[in-house]
């Protein structure tokens, strides 16, 4: 609306645009035109790109000089963020359960979640006997059964790759734990280690960035699914989650897999690498080398 | 006999010192074990959450899971039984239609209070309605369960409003209740009674799909979907979920009919009783053979879990559970005494036989929920032991309990009584004779 009212000002102030324009050295046309179509861009009826894409060589051919671009303005998001994901080399695990450990301890998970497990397999029978120690984090599936039938979607796949649980709109269904193929689902019954051990309930660990200060009966993350969260918090101030810090053998490597110059995209490339039930169409996230 | 007479004869038999005693003994041990189940229900649900129960990550449903698959059963096959009447005009079950609605009814009322149990945050119980996961087959079946759950009330409404404003007219006990159910419409020409039944076909016609893909087959797909269970991963379970319903609907029906003549000591319509036995061995017979195609298949196929789960099933601590409810009470017993001449046509034998039904059902349930979630989902992983706990058991009794007050307190105060139907009622002299 005010754009009209300049437009008219500028009409019954200016009627000699024209002849204005012809007093100086350059092209009144394309004066004119560029003027036409400044207002087209004002009113939206033209996208500034698309003007300076029309200008920029009568442009230059007119003054000599390259004389305006359109700035790039980075697109908000257009820089995709890493998409994590794992690698765990199972000739170099040695079944210690550190990873199991300091996952308990970075998560403060209660008595019955473990986050992260260690299963330890024998194969063969005496004397050719092989043992396997498999460590189980959450795969944070590419195509999640978990997310597909939670029933409120408050089990979803985040845009860095991580499987996330969001425990205020979580119901406690456990439908989830049925589907999740790997067991790598636990439900929180409330139960608690202070007894045990003075201070525990005092601090949790915010999951998913979300502090929810002390632990307390009856409140959330109780009742509730929980699982791996591929230290999320901790990936927000630059660090490994805690499982692969702490791997005493250093099995397991952490990284863009979207990157493929990162270790673990070129692990996962690798011919020893698979992944567990792969028949399942789930795609994980965490490759096994064997 | 009149309706005025039939509604005389009824009070009659209520003063009758024999039916108020059972009335008093009936009434009594439900209520205790009502009571009992629901104190159970604050301590152990209520103030200790899933501690009070033996579930765990490996089997994370158990037997209220169960018991909830149980009566969504049962209501969707005691609905489609009263299709018959209301659906199709197939009137020589008019007896059964308004009883078998209302046990839909009371069913599903019960299913969804077990289900609403096994809820880990029921502060949190409405997001299931607010937030849709269109993936999601169990959020389909919490929207498909309301809808279905208004046309269930809306059929026994429709199926009875005759009836109510007759009583409203006629001033007798609990007249208000009636006058106020008929909400002002007092219209019962033949005119309006038609225009009832059109909607009860209606009702009836849509209620088909939704009771069959909607509640049954779509609570069967929940199971089903989970590709992490190779048991239950099958087409054909959703299929088996749907006649077991039948066959447990039909079973019901046949029992609420035949005992509620026995205690009133009216005589069964033996012709009816022996139709609707000849419908349970056919579901019967056909759940048989999709279930020997079932294990036939998963166990061809020679897949661990799916062998281990067979033999979960079929030998380890729960042996019983397939053999004595699942295959014993719930499907050869009842189609042997189906089979033999003698018994089939004994309104006695028949009612043994849809009893044994009712309770092998359970087992059936059983089986569906717990031996597939025992056998782990990676070799290594822990192997479940489940076994319900007291808290579980008692609080289960007391929803049972509950299941059975809300029926007899429909039969009791709604015209659920098809013999005072002056069709019903002429029908009921001749069977008589």
């Known amino acids: 609306m005010y754009l009209d009212i300049f437009n008219k000002m500028l009409e019954s102030e200016l009627e000699e645009k024209r002849k204005l324009l012809e007093t100086s050295p350059y092209s009144t046309e394309l004066g004119m035109q560029m003027a036409a179509d400044a207002r087209k861009v004002m009113n939206g009826q033209m996208e500034q790109k698309e003007f300076y894409e029309k200008y920029a060589a009568p442009m230059k051919k007119e003054f000599g000089r390259e004389w305006a671009a359109l700035e790039e303005k980075p697109e908000k998001n257009k820089k995709k963020g890493p998409r994590w994901g794992m690698v765990i080399d199972l000739a170099k695990c040695v079944g210690c359960d550190t990873c199991t450990v300091s996952c308990k301890a970075e998560n403060r998970t209660p008595p019955g979640v473990s986050y992260n497990v260690v299963i330890e397999e024998e194969h063969g029978s005496f004397p050719n006997v092989k043992k396997l120690n498999l460590p189980r984090p959450c795969m944070q599936c590419d195509k999640p059964p978990c997310a597909q039938v939670c029933p409120v979607r408050a089990t979803y796949k985040m845009d860095n790759g991580i499987v996330a649980i969001d425990a205020d709109r979580c119901i406690g269904c456990r439908y989830c734990v049925v589907a999740c193929p790997y067991g790598a689902r636990s439900y929180d019954n409330g139960f608690t280690y202070e007894h045990e051990m003075l201070g525990w309930e005092d601090v949790q660990a915010p999951e998913f960035g979300n502090d929810r200060g002390p632990r307390t009966k009856g409140k959330l993350p109780e009742g509730t699914v929980r699982k791996c969260t591929f230290c999320f918090h901790r990936l927000e101030r630059g660090e490994e989650p805690a499982c692969v810090e702490t791997c005493i053998g250093d099995a397991r490597y952490f990284g863009d897999l979207d990157d493929p110059n990162s270790i673990v995209s070129k692990l996962a490339a690798s011919p020893r690498a698979f992944r567990l039930r792969e028949e399942l169409g789930t795609e994980p996230r965490v490759f096994y080398l064997l | ?433």
């Open chain 2, 1 to 433: 006999m009149g309706k005025i007479e039939a509604a005389l004869q009824q009070a009659h038999d209520l003063r009758e010192p024999r039916l108020r005693n059972l009335e008093r003994i009936w009434w009594g041990s439900l209520l205790i074990v009502f009571v009992i189940g629901m104190i159970s229900l604050v301590k152990g649900y209520f103030l200790e959450g899933m501690a009070s129960t033996n579930l765990t990550d490996t089997v994370p449903w158990g037997a209220w899971v169960a018991l909830y698959i149980y009566f969504i059963g049962m209501s969707a096959g005691s609905f489609l039984l009263s299709t018959l009447v209301y659906g199709f005009g197939m009137h020589q079950y008019e007896r059964i239609g308004r009883s078998a609605l209302l046990s839909a009814i009371v069913s599903m009322v019960t299913a969804i209070s077990f289900i609403f149990l096994d809820i880990g945050r029921p502060d949190h119980v409405f997001n299931a309605i607010l937030y849709w996961n269109i993936t999601s087959t169990m959020a389909w079946e919490i929207h498909f369960y309301i809808l279905y759950l208004l046309v269930l009330i809306a059929e026994l409404y429709l199926s009875m409003r005759g009836d109510l404003v007759r009583l409203a007219k006629e001033k007798g006990r609990l007249w208000k209740l009636y006058d106020f159910l008929t909400f002002g419409n007092y219209d019962v020409s033949e005119e309006a009674l038609r225009r009832n039944r059109k909607w009860l076909q209606i009702l009836g016609i849509i209620g088909i799909p939704l009771a069959i893909f909607g509640v049954h087959g779509g609570t069967g797909s929940i199971f089903a979907v989970a590709k992490a269970r190779p048991f239950l991963h099958t087409g054909l379970f959703p299929v088996i979920f749907i006649l077991s319903a039948l066959v447990s609907g039909t079973a019901l029906s046949i029992a609420i009919y035949v005992i509620k003549n026995k205690v009133f000591k009216r005589v069964s319509d033996l012709s009816m009783v022996r139709a609707l036995g000849a419908m349970l061995t056919l579901f019967l017979s056909v759940e048989l053979a999709l279930e020997w195609y079932e294990f036939l298949i998963g166990w061809y196929g020679l897949k661990a879990e799916e062998l281990e789960t067979i033999r979960t099933m079929t030998s380890s601590i729960w042996w019983w559970t397939f053999w004595i409810f699942q295959m014993g009470l719930a499907m050869v017993i009842p189609l042997v005494i189906l089979f033999i001449k003698k018994t089939r046509n004994s309104v006695n034998w028949i009612l043994a036989a849809a009893i044994m039904t009712i309770i092998g059902v359970v087992g059936v349930r059983f089986n569906m929920v717990v031996p597939p979630l025992v056998v782990p989902v990676l070799n290594g992983l822990p192997w479940g032991d489940y076994y319900p706990t007291l808290s579980e058991w008692v609080t289960s009794f007391g929803l049972i309990a509950m299941c059975l007050i809300l029926y007899t307190l429909g039969e009791k105060f709604l015209p659920i009584e098809q013999s005072e139907l002056e069709i019903g009622g002429i029908e009921h002299e001749r069977a008589a004779k």
